[in-house]
């Protein structure tokens, strides 16, 4: 049976994307009023990376499969299996650690194989965590898994 989570977005999502888009439209109406070929490839761009973020919005889930993990992005799709994953963690304190697209500072941290390490955002973080418990019984929790108020 699989459990499909949707991701968790809040407003460092809507700044950084926001301000990206507003910046490229700026960037494209300039350019258009010195020059029509040079605007063009700055209006693509433009929307590029809007459909970017649409994708971004709609493609993102979690899903926990019967065999692992399986998260799926704008762009790609990939899972962890269940036996591979080693410690959960708190990341809602880790503000510096995050790119221009994190969905959410309320994020869970998986730590799984070897090296591997991957920050995930569900909505329904309690939710998810609970059934990711019943399913990785060795992994290590971090007692403190709440989200921020």
């Not at 926001?18 to 063009?40: N, R, T, Y």
């Not at 965590?129 to 992994?139: D, K, M, P, Q």
Request: some cysteine; glycine content about 4%; hydrophobic content about 45%.
């Amino acid at each position: 049976m699989e459990d499909a989570y949707r991701p968790k977005i809040d407003w460092v999502f809507w700044s950084h994307a926001g301000s990206v888009v507003v910046l490229l439209a700026l960037v494209s109406v300039f350019l258009s009023s010195i020059d029509i070929f040079i605007s063009i490839p700055s209006f693509l761009l433009f929307l590029l990376m809007l459909a970017y973020v649409v994708l971004i919005v709609r493609r993102t889930k979690y899903t926990l499969s019967s065999t692992g993990i399986v998260i799926q992005n704008a762009t790609a799709k990939y899972e962890i299996s269940y036996a591979d994953v080693k410690k959960i963690t708190n990341t809602n304190r880790d503000l510096i650690n995050y790119g221009i697209f994190v969905l959410s500072l309320d994020r869970v941290g998986i730590r799984y194989g070897k090296a591997g390490h991957i920050m995930i955002s569900p909505a329904d973080k309690q939710g998810f965590l609970t059934r990711l418990r019943s399913r990785c019984r060795n992994a290590i929790y971090e007692e403190d898994l709440k989200p921020i108020k």
